[in-house]
């Protein structure tokens, strides 16, 4: 882990409003979801998974601090997932952006979804209205991702000003 690495999870420890959660890929990931995308603390992965992007999760929404997930419940606040592939000799980077909303309770324990819909009845919902899903993430990034790849996604809460 580089030194700047380092430094960003510093200061996401220091910062009530975000969350970071280190993942992997698996040969399974295809992306191809157009309304959702999701990580999940399991080991595997099913072909029929086609929103998933990531196994092995280290932490689930009822894992992350009461103060980011009461932000998360802000309905004029943008949450903003940031996916950063380690390929080994390249890295891509993605950024999804969404909303909170009052429903959301991020209390699931084994993983955690992003919605382009306002769908909320679900403790696996960590943001709704996104601008983008699954399969709206850059083809080579889900290729390093279905090649095993290690991911992190740092969840940032943007409160409204």
Known sequence: MSDAE?????????DPHVETVRASGHEHVTAEHASTFEFTTDDWLTPAGDCIVAVEADRAPRDFSSEFREACRDPTATI????VVDAGDEEFRASIAGRGDPGLTLLDDRSMVGRTSDY???ERTILVDADGAAADLDRDLVAALADGAPVTV?????PAE
């Open 6 to 14: 380092t430094g960003a999870d510093d200061a996401a420890a220091d």
């Open 80 to 83: 903003v997932a940031t996916i």
């Open 120 to 122: 909320t009845d679900d």
């Open 154 to 158: 740092r969840l940032a809460v943007e």
